[in-house]
């Protein structure tokens, strides 16, 4: 069985990401700081496995147990989740995907964006496109 995630768009299933493991990386567009999340695909589960923020700010308060490090906030965690909902914007830099691969942007796989843009990230047990 092929361990991936799939990207959704409206529902439809925009790509598909083959890995086991995976880091999305954002810049906030308020503060200016990077923040990256650690990823496990787990059957019909995502599980964040680590965080990390560069700094903090408006609405980037370190969460309870994380550990300053070289003005890094790292934390260790282990949360399972269904999907994830992001929020791409042409006002707000691209989010990067890394896996074995390398990093990329998520325009790679789904172009740019004219307007907003809402997307879910599902475990390859999950990637079926919703009923309209």
Avoid at 35 to 40: C, I, L, S, V
Avoid at 70 to 93: I, N
Wanted: hydrophobic share 35%; charged share 25%.
């Amino acid at each position: 069985m092929l361990i991936a995630a799939c990207i959704l768009v409206a529902g439809s299933i925009a790509a598909t990401i083959p890995g086991e493991f995976f880091t999305l990386r954002r810049t906030h567009s308020i503060e200016t700081i990077s923040w990256e999340e650690d990823y496990r695909v787990a059957g019909d589960a995502l599980v964040l496995t680590n965080s990390r923020v560069r700094g903090s700010g408006a609405g980037m308060q370190p969460q309870p147990g994380a550990q300053l490090r070289d003005g890094v906030w790292h934390r260790r965690e282990e949360l399972r989740l269904e999907q994830l909902a992001l929020t791409r914007s042409r006002y707000a830099d691209d989010y990067t995907w890394c896996n074995h691969s390398g990093c990329r942007p998520l325009s790679h796989w789904l172009g740019t964006r004219a307007e907003t843009q809402f997307i879910e990230v599902r475990a390859g047990a999950r990637c079926k496109e919703r009923a309209r």
